[in-house]
């Protein structure tokens, strides 16, 4: 069996990889080095400085490639620096239809960034693919997909939003950084870009910053290379290491978020002090259905709003829980817990925000892997 053929669960460990050639390291060794020896001018061994390519980047780009069932990955210094890098594709007059729906950063990237240099932004609710046809003109160039959305976890129907991008020669962007392709492949269901934030699930350690795009097409991917060559926010060799560390265990860290994950959900939905849980494992969840088609689980990531929904009611919890930790961030091993209003999505206007369900009451959860009875005690105690 080629390593090509492997199921998932094996190519996390073994996907795009092989044994150091020097001396069969199992692991590809951190090449810390900025530049390399040729023997004659543009005489090298296929690298000549870092920031164009480094070995142990190159094993984590080929790993990001398998997992997803891509042919070409990217690996970047973060994950906007990844979407920076997609988002330079596109020229001024461009329009980009995205989710009114997702990560705070995403948000401020396209607004206060890229909106200056003449490209246009469109953000609607997804759930339903007859919206994102409604503002479809011949000026639009890529759609930017999101899901399940962060933080209100909607799910956006890949495949049909990939067969209405191919019907109008658009790109599709699909951030997959809550899903992880052990739950989802948007390349498979037609998508031409993935993202991930690498920080998150992909690393799992919350020890590492990293971006990450992953295409099939190579004429994309040599653009997308350019780019990431041409502006330099590569990851660094160290870096590239952890997140290649972090990926051999993804499958097995995935199964126990989602399995927590619906746990928590669940005594949430039925706790009397909650008035509403956001969880795409819910069969009333709109687009449940979707869901269930697409993705292997549901996930670890659940949204939520006490009761009285106040801004004082929701701080008063996460800074109350003892084993949620209250951080940025998501996917790691640890639970955390988030105010999206004040943190992730504090960078969106209040008005803005308040449209797509973000709400001063929200509180997100990253449901790590730790006893899922020790997690569901810490909101019993925080909820009161």
């Known amino acids: 069996m080629s390593k090509k053929e492997l199921h998932f669960n094996s190519k996390t460990i073994h996907g795009g990889q092989q044994p150091d050639a020097a001396y069969g390291a199992v692991m590809p060794p951190i ?4 530049t390399y020896a040729q023997t004659t001018p543009g005489g090298h061994k296929g690298y000549e400085y870092s920031r164009s390519a480094n070995p142990t980047r190159t094993a984590l780009e080929n790993a990001l490639a398998s997992i ?3 042919n ?5 210094a973060s994950g906007l620096s990844a979407i920076d890098a997609v988002i330079k594709l596109l020229a001024p007059g461009d329009e980009v239809i995205s989710t009114n729906d997702l990560y705070g950063g995403s948000y401020r990237l396209f607004r206060q960034v890229f909106e200056k240099f003449g490209i246009t932004f469109h953000f609607i609710g997804m759930q339903d693919v007859e919206s994102i046809a409604e503002k479809i003109t011949d000026k639009t160039k890529l759609i930017w997909v999101e899901t399940p959305t962060n933080p209100m976890m909607n799910v956006i129907d890949i495949k049909a939003v990939a067969a209405l991008a191919k019907e109008n020669k658009l790109l599709l962007a699909v951030d997959n950084t809550f899903a992880t392709p052990y739950l989802q492949r948007p390349l498979d269901l037609g998508a031409d870009i993935v993202m991930h934030s690498a920080t998150k699930y992909l690393g799992g350690h919350s020890d590492v910053v990293v971006g990450a795009l992953v295409v099939k097409d190579k004429a994309l991917a040599d653009k997308l290379y350019f780019l990431q060559n041409a502006s330099g926010a590569v990851c660094g060799p160290m870096d590239s290491f952890l997140t290649l560390r972090g990926i051999k265990t993804l499958h097995v860290r995935m199964q126990r978020h989602s399995e927590n994950g619906a746990a928590i959900a669940r005594y949430l939905q039925n706790h009397p002090k909650i008035e509403k849980v956001y969880w795409p494992g819910f069969e009333d969840h ?7 088609a697409q993705m292997d689980d549901f996930g670890g990531m659940i949204s939520f709003i006490p009761k009285g929904g106040s801004f004082e009611e929701a701080v008063k919890i996460v800074e109350a829980l003892k084993v949620f930790t209250l951080a940025e961030s998501l996917g790691g ?27 001063d009451a929200l509180i ?17 105690q925080a909820i009161g």
């Open 286 to 292: 709109p687009n449940h259905d979707i869901a269930k």
């Open 68 to 70: 997803e069932n891509g």
């Open 72 to 76: 070409y990955g990217l690996a970047f």
């Open 31 to 34: 090449y810390q080095t900025s």
């Open 333 to 359: 091993v640890e639970s955390l817990a988030g105010h999206p209003a004040s943190m992730t999505h504090a960078s969106i206007p209040k008005e803005e925000r308040e449209k797509s369900g973000v709400v």
């Open 364 to 380: 997100r959860l990253s449901v790590g892997i730790e006893d899922s009875n020790d997690l569901i005690e810490d909101l019993e």
